[in-house]
């Protein structure tokens, strides 16, 4: 059994910054794909930063400059988000690839609004 569990997601003004991260916990390797995803109302979910275990990262063209995505190891992933626009609102979801099998955290709601 695999879970995820996001934490930091909150209210923010436009222009700040914060920090989500993500645990996992489980039975899965090492060799691994991690990444965050956001859904806002009345849109599709859709990718936000990937991070493999080599570390190679890839982001959302709307989000690259300012976010960035991290491991501190295997099972743990951070995404730290500075410079927050009103249309980063979105629920935030941990997602993790293991051996092709997808495994999603409840995610985390954050809302850029002043």
């Known amino acids: 059994q695999v879970q995820l569990v996001e934490s930091g997601g909150g209210l923010v003004q436009p222009g700040g910054s914060l920090r989500l991260s993500c645990a996992a916990s489980?039975?899965?390797?090492?060799?691994?794909?991690m990444a965050w995803y956001r859904q806002a109302p009345g849109k599709q979910r859709e990718l936000v930063a990937r991070?493999?275990?080599?570390?190679?990262t890839t982001y959302a063209d709307a989000v690259k400059g300012r976010f960035t995505i991290s491991r501190d190891n295997a099972k743990n992933v951070n995404l730290q988000m500075n410079s927050l626009k009103p249309e980063d609102t979105a629920v935030y979801y941990c997602?993790?690839?293991?051996?092709?099998?997808?495994?999603w955290g409840q995610g985390t709601q954050v809302t850029v609004s002043s």
């Open positions: 991070i493999g275990s080599d570390s190679r």
């Open positions: 997602y993790l690839n293991f051996l092709l099998r997808v495994y």
């Open positions: 489980g039975n899965f390797g090492s060799i691994n794909i």
